[in-house]
């Protein structure tokens, strides 16, 4: 917000504003600059694959891959759902919000067909590493496994929530209990609700209760992750009830089921993920404190191997370091489905999203990835 109003006095300052366009700020601190609330959503481990080309047929038909971890009705089934002749009707049946919606009106980032390269940089090709490169914009040697253990650096949401203009704005929801981890919940001073947590903070209506009953009685199949509607409907409850600025939601079930080997259940959890990002944007639409004035950012946190190798993702497996990114909001511009594009990082995407807030991450931590200039300034 301050770096916001104080480009737009330099901007109608004549002789300063070429100065200031002179010195690079303008291509950080776009004059058309709208977004006050962002929104990530994360899909762990959900391959570009799958996204620009949608299901895998071959991992669908070939039933040593594709039954290990399901029943051979969900390979039908899902045969059904996704299987359609040309990657682009693929993609459109497995993820039909990004490709209408996010790929029209916003820009998305990772078709290597096309020449367009979106990766981690953190080596390591797997989730608190990519979570942590993601949210605080570099990869830290220190972060070299998965255990739920404080975050030591300071992600862009804690840094946001330290500015009065997000004290009491900044939340995340995740499904994987780690969050609690990665956020630093005990330092951040924000609600980071992970895990088997429940949902408190807020009055405890009738959805909140149910939910929170749903999340503690339903089996529990993973030990650190309920499965992803529970952890979602919470968030849309508390988007209702505080109006967060700063939000974050991962889900999980991508990660948890291709580990499984489930390839239908990994294709079910990436379009139920898809269908809540229209959920989500659809109810942000209808209140007047995010209209218009909203940016919706997803991405995973690493990508997967490929042939026999989807099931996996890891230092070992160059491939899992590929991911894609997605951003719709009103800073920008519709170029949809990116080619040939400069190389774009998920250590970018923290200063990205606080430049859409007016403020400037990259300057105050410089080892962080720069803005991605290319989704600034409509
Ligand atoms: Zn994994």
Redesign the pocket.
Request: no cysteine.
């Given at each position: 917000m301050k770096v916001r109003k104080m480009f737009r006095s330099i901007v109608s300052g004549g002789a300063i504003a070429a100065l200031c366009l002179a010195s690079g700020l303008a291509a950080q601190t776009p004059a058309a600059h709208r977004t006050e609330n962002v929104v990530v959503v994360m899909l762990?481990?959900l391959r570009w694959q799958e996204v620009f080309h949608g299901a895998d047929l071959e991992l669908l038909k070939a039933p040593e891959l594709a039954a290990l971890g399901a029943p051979k009705e969900r390979s039908a089934q899902a045969e059904k759902l996704y299987a359609r002749s040309t990657p682009e009707e693929r993609r459109q049946a497995l993820m039909p919000f990004l490709w209408s919606v996010m790929a029209t009106q916003g820009q998305i980032f990772g078709n290597r067909d096309l020449g367009s390269d979106s990766h981690v940089t953190n080596g390591l090709n797997?989730?608190y590493p990519g979570y942590n490169e993601t949210l605080t914009g570099f990869g830290d040697p220190r972060i070299r496994s998965n255990d739920n253990i404080p975050n030591p650096n300071v992600t862009v949401f804690e840094w946001l929530h330290a500015k009065p203009a997000f004290a009491g704005k900044v939340t995340a929801f995740g499904a994987w209990d780690a969050f609690n981890g990665i956020f630093n919940r005990e330092r951040c001073g924000f609600p980071v609700i992970a895990g088997y947590d429940p949902l408190t903070g807020i009055p405890a209506t009738p959805e909140v209760k149910l939910l929170n009953e749903l999340k503690a009685e339903t089996v529990r199949v993973w030990p650190d992750e309920p499965f992803d509607p529970v952890p979602f409907h919470a968030a849309v409850e508390y988007v209702k009830a505080k109006k967060p600025r700063l939000l974050f939601i991962g889900l999980g079930e991508t990660?948890?089921w291709?580990?499984a080997g489930a390839y239908p259940e990994y294709l079910n959890a990436a379009h139920l993920g898809d269908s809540y990002l229209r959920q989500l944007w659809e109810l942000l639409q209808s209140m007047p404190e995010y209209r218009g004035k909203t940016t919706l950012i997803v991405l995973p946190d690493?990508g997967r191997g490929v042939g026999s190798l989807w099931t996996?993702?890891g230092e070992k497996i160059p491939e899992s370091q590929q991911t894609w990114m997605a951003f719709l909001g009103p800073d920008t511009a519709a170029l949809g489905e990116r080619k040939d594009s400069a190389t774009v990082t998920e250590s970018q995407i923290a200063a990205t999203l606080a430049v859409m807030l007016g403020e400037d991450y990259h300057a105050a931590v410089p080892q962080s990835g720069a803005p991605i200039a290319d989704v600034l300034g409509k």
């Open positions: 762990d481990g797997f989730s990660d948890d291709a580990h690493h996996s993702h």
